[in-house]
């Protein structure tokens, strides 16, 4: 269940609601999770537009996006990486309505440690957030072939 962070100047994103839906839902498909209120629930993307003075490389350039996923540990094989970071690269600059921010968005892959991963006020294990998404796709209908 990722969590993504998006930091950009304020104003490069016309519509961040749809932006955040966006990227979970990318995220979500690449790991290849079943669609249960679980994982619908619990992935979600955060936009932060800060003031562009208050980002910089080394140039004094603000027109750079870093986006930040954060999941549990080994959620992403090497496969899902690349997938991962050509997707939301791809979405953010769509998003801004400008392809060359492509160039120039960084998306960074970091993991939680086992039982770093807190929800419902608990510090989940892999194990445990398995044990709760089989618990609910047990509890589901069959479906209809």
Not at 77 to 91: E, G, H, N, Y
Not at 97 to 106: F, H, M
Request: charged share 15%; no cysteine; proline share 5%.
């Amino acid at each position: 269940m990722p969590m993504i962070d998006v930091y950009a100047a304020a104003g490069t994103f016309a519509d961040e609601h749809q932006l955040a839906v966006d990227l979970a839902t990318a995220l979500m498909k690449t790991e290849k999770v079943p669609g249960i209120t679980l994982f619908r629930a619990n992935t979600a993307a955060f936009i932060h537009q800060i003031p562009a003075q208050s980002l910089a490389n080394v140039e004094g350039d603000s027109a750079h996006v870093r986006v930040q996923v954060l999941t549990n540990a080994g959620a992403l094989d090497r496969d899902k990486q690349l997938a991962v970071v050509s997707q939301l690269t791809a979405i953010v600059a769509a998003a801004a309505g400008d392809p060359s921010l492509a160039a120039r968005t960084w998306v960074l892959l970091t993991e939680a440690p086992d039982g770093g991963w807190g929800l419902a006020g608990h510090a989940r294990t892999n194990q445990e957030l398995i044990q709760l998404a089989r618990a609910e796709l047990a509890s589901q209908p069959p479906r209809a072939s």
